[in-house]
């Protein structure tokens, strides 16, 4: 259970970072750039403490899925960013995607 901890705290550091990466500017605003690279590196850490027990392809399919339907979801709120009918369809995968790993995946660690 803990190692599912990590990895939610992971997908927060990186929906974090990523949200902050349009607001840095290339990198040319301080603030902003210390929040993405501070949140990749907290990300990518706790990323890797949930390989100890989780298998790397099904922890990086939950991070990666959950992390994009999560950015999407910010993108929306932060920066007026809409979806098209297609663009919805496709997250509903990813999601469907992330559920049945964690209902029926032998792989996964639960």
Excluded: C
């Excluded at 992971?10 to 949200?19: D, G, P, Q, R």
């Excluded at 890797?48 to 910010?74: D, F, K, N, Q």
Aim: proline share 2%.
């Amino acid at each position: 259970m803990k190692n599912f901890v990590f990895l939610i705290v992971a997908i927060i550091l990186e929906v974090i970072a990523t949200s902050t990466l349009k607001k840095s500017e290339n990198f040319t605003k301080l603030l902003p750039t210390v929040i993405t690279l501070a949140g990749y590196a907290g990300a990518f850490y706790f990323l890797s403490l949930t390989l100890r027990t989780i298998p790397i392809g099904i922890a990086y399919a939950l991070w990666s899925g959950i992390g994009i339907v999560l950015v999407t979801i910010t993108a929306y709120f932060i920066y007026k960013q809409k979806l098209d009918l297609a663009a919805i369809i496709g997250i509903a995968f990813i999601i469907i995607g992330v559920i049945i790993i964690q209902l029926f995946s032998k792989s996964s660690a639960h």
